[in-house]
C-alpha cells in the first residue's frame, strides 16, 4: 500500500505537523504525529527539532516546546509586554515559598515521603503538598512498603510545563548550588 | 489607632538559622553557636511579643540549639591518636546541624531558581483546544451498494411507521409495562445468559417508558443485590451480571 501514500517533501511534512499542533492545541505526543504522518518516530522527532530550531532562529512569534515526547505551541515570554496591551491577566498567581521549597526538594528527590521533605525542610509541608497536588504539579506514586505505608510524591508533566521545562534532565544540576556555598 | 511592626518571615527554624549566620557574616561551618543561639531565642521573643503563634518546629530547633551549645561548653576530651582531625569532627556537635543547613540552603537556592522560571513561564500563553466533536463509531462504508442502502432505508421507515402514535396529553395513561414485569423479564433474560447488554434488553421501537422502566429495573435489581453492573467508559453500554 505504500504506493498509495503520496511522496511528501520535508516542507510539505513540516507545515502538516504545524497544523496538526495549532489544531490540537494541547501537547501533542510524538507517536500520534509519528503514526498520522506513517513515518517513523525518529525522523518526526528529526524534523521536529529541525523545527523548532527554524522558529526560534526565524525569530517567529510562536515557539514549539517539547515536553518530554509531546510538543506544543506557545508564545514567546519576551512578548508578554505587547501581549498584555490586548488582555492582561487579574493575577499572576505565583507558588509561595514555602511551595516552592517543597517543589525543589521533591524534584530532586522524587519519588519521596512527606516525612522525608520535612526532614530537609525542618517544617511541617502539609499545606504546601496540598497546594501542589491540587496544581496537578505533583501527584502520588503510591505507597512505599513499610511501616505506616507512607505516600510517596513526584512531579508531574504539568510541572515541566509550568517551569518551562523539557525533561527533568532540564533541572539545574544540585552541585552547582553546593559549590556557591562553599564559595561563601 | 493600632499600628504594624513588620517582623520578617521565615519559612522555618532552617530559614531563620540561615538568615541569622548570613547576617553575622559568619562561616556556615565554623558556627558561633553560642551568638547564634542568643539571636534565635531573640527572635522568638518578638515573635511571643507580637502575640504570634510560634509554630512548634521552632521550638523544637531551639531545644537543638541549646543542645548543642551545652555540648560545646563540656570540656573536649584530650585525643591523643592520630585520628584525632577526624575524631574532632565526628565529636563537633555541630555537624549534624551544619549538615541540615548546607542541605537546606541548597533547596533554598534551587527553589529562587523556579521562581525565577516561573514567572517566566507565566509570560507565555497556549491555544486552547479546538472543540471537536467526535462521531460515536467509525461507520463502514467501503462495502455498501445502493440496493442495501435502499433495504436498511426501509427497515427504518417502517420502524417508525409502528412507532408514530400520537401521545395523548389530556388524559394520563396507564403504565404500559409495570416494573415488575420489567425485573421479571431481565431475571429471565438472566438466567438463561447470565450476562446481557443494557442495550440488548430493548431494540429500536421501544418506547420512551418501556426504557426508562428497564432503567429503573436495573437500578432496583442493583440495589437488590441481584446484579452487578459495569460500565467500560461514559456513554458506553452497561454490561449486566447476574450475581
Known sequence: MIEEVPFMDKKEIKAIIEALLFMWGDPLNLKDISSILEMDEKEVRSIIDEMIDEFNYERRGIKIIQIEDSYQMSTRSEHFEWIKKLYNPKSNKTLSSAALETLSIVAYNQPITKNEIEMIRGVRCDKALDTLLEKEIIEERGRLERTGRPIIYGTTKEFLKCFGLTSLEDLPSLEEFEVDIEEE | ?243
Open chain 2, 1 to 243: 489607632m493600632d499600628y504594624k511592626i513588620v517582623l520578617e518571615t521565615f519559612e522555618g527554624p532552617l530559614d531563620l538559622l540561615l538568615h541569622l549566620i548570613e547576617k553575622a557574616k559568619v562561616d556556615i561551618y565554623d558556627i558561633p553557636i553560642s551568638d547564634i543561639t542568643d539571636q534565635y531565642m531573640e527572635y522568638l521573643n518578638n515573635m511571643k511579643e507580637l502575640d504570634l503563634e510560634i509554630a512548634s518546629d521552632f521550638l523544637v530547633m531551639a531545644s537543638t540549639l541549646l543542645e548543642i551549645k551545652s555540648k560545646m561548653l563540656l570540656p573536649a576530651k584530650n585525643i591523643e591518636n592520630e585520628d584525632r582531625q577526624l575524631e574532632m569532627e565526628e565529636i563537633d556537635p555541630r555537624i549534624e546541624l551544619v549538615r541540615r543547613l548546607v542541605e537546606y540552603k541548597k533547596y533554598k537556592k534551587v527553589a529562587e531558581e523556579l521562581k525565577i522560571q516561573e514567572i517566566n513561564q507565566n509570560k507565555v500563553f497556549y491555544k486552547p483546544k479546538e472543540e471537536f466533536t467526535y462521531t460515536k463509531e467509525d461507520i463502514e462504508l467501503q462495502n455498501l451498494n445502493v440496493d442495501e442502502l435502499v433495504k436498511v432505508l426501509n427497515t427504518v421507515l417502517s420502524k417508525k411507521n409502528k412507532k408514530s402514535k400520537p401521545i395523548n396529553i389530556d388524559e394520563i395513561q396507564r403504565e404500559e409495562i409495570t416494573l415488575e414485569e420489567c425485573i421479571n423479564r431481565i431475571k429471565n433474560e438472566l438466567n438463561e445468559k447470565g450476562k446481557i447488554l443494557f442495550s440488548g434488553l430493548f431494540d429500536e421501537n421501544s418506547s420512551r417508558s418501556e426504557i426508562i422502566g428497564t432503567f429503573l429495573s436495573i437500578l432496583e435489581l442493583t440495589k437488590s443485590k441481584y446484579i452487578k453492573l459495569r460500565q467500560e467508559k461514559n456513554f458506553s453500554d452497561i454490561v449486566i451480571i447476574k450475581i
